[in-house]
């Protein structure tokens, strides 16, 4: 809670640090901020991030888990993002009526780099990925 308040009264800083690292993997102001807005504007459908504060420390939380997922993705395979990108890319795209335009778009609107929304995709792909790998025999009895 203490690095979330120290990041909160630097957050609208123009300078970019590193707020936490997750076994090695570092989590930016940018990277917690690009998140927020994606939750802004998911939950609260508006792009004028006025409430983006609020969004900080539910952004951080989810940015871990997923950086816990890449790093559990890592250990079985160092290419686990090649793997899943072009899988990550497609279903990113199938959110948006398979149209790069409207893609493009939506991330012109809220300001965000493509990277923050391949994220979410690429640690759902790479987490099936680690479950599959772990309980392989599970999965086989099933």
């Known amino acids: 809670m203490i690095l979330c308040n120290i990041f909160l009264s ?32 998911s939950i609260e459908n508006k792009n004028d991030f006025k409430n983006l504060r609020n969004y900080y420390s539910q952004s951080l939380n989810s940015l871990i888990n997923e950086k816990v997922i890449l790093s559990a993705g890592l250990q079985i395979n160092k290419n686990i993002i090649k793997m899943v990108a072009p899988k990550s890319n497609q279903l990113l795209l199938n959110e948006f009526d398979n149209s790069k335009a409207k ?5 012109n609107e809220i ?3 493509k990277t923050t929304l391949l994220e979410k995709y690429e640690s759902q792909l790479i987490w099936g990925f680690v479950l599959k790998s772990k309980f392989n025999k599970q999965l086989k009895k099933l």
């Open 103 to 107: 893609l493009d778009n939506f991330i």
């Open 10 to 41: 630097n957050a609208h800083s123009s300078e970019n640090f590193i707020v936490t690292t997750v076994n090695k993997i570092p989590i930016t102001k940018r990277d917690v901020i690009n998140r927020a807005k994606l939750l802004l504007f």
């Open 111 to 113: 300001s965000i780099p």
